[in-house]
């Protein structure tokens, strides 16, 4: 999986936006993309995920500032992050993971979101 951020950097103002997007070649169907995260000192957590079937979900704490959405067609996962805060900043992952056979989990390397106060 790759992972990139519009506009290049991951390094906004607090109350700014940021639009992350993951590219994952060669899925299968059935498999659900999300976007987790990892703060410095912390466990990586869930932010927001979109089965094959267009079904998303969300970490109950982002409080409606994420919006993620997926198109099938390219296989890319896309996070608008809106209203950024401090406490948004971590490394973000993509994820691909598939729970039918062939089974499988990927993650991209990860890509660094700072928001300065």
């Not at 906004?12 to 000192?41: E, F, H, K, M």
């Amino acid at each position: 999986l790759m992972c990139s951020c519009r506009p290049g950097g991951g390094l906004v103002p607090a109350g700014g936006s940021l639009r992350l997007s993951c590219a994952a070649s060669g899925i299968l169907g059935a498999t659900t993309l999300a976007w987790y995260r990892q703060a410095p000192g912390k466990q990586r957590e869930f932010v927001a995920s979109v089965t094959s079937g267009g079904i998303a979900d969300y970490a109950s704490s982002l409080e409606g500032r994420f919006t993620v959405s997926r198109h099938n067609a390219k296989n890319t996962l896309d996070l608008q992050m809106n209203g950024l805060r401090p406490e948004d900043t971590a490394v973000y992952y993509c994820r691909a993971q598939r729970k039918v056979t062939p089974v499988y989990t990927y993650w991209g390397k990860g890509t660094q979101v700072t928001v300065s106060s």
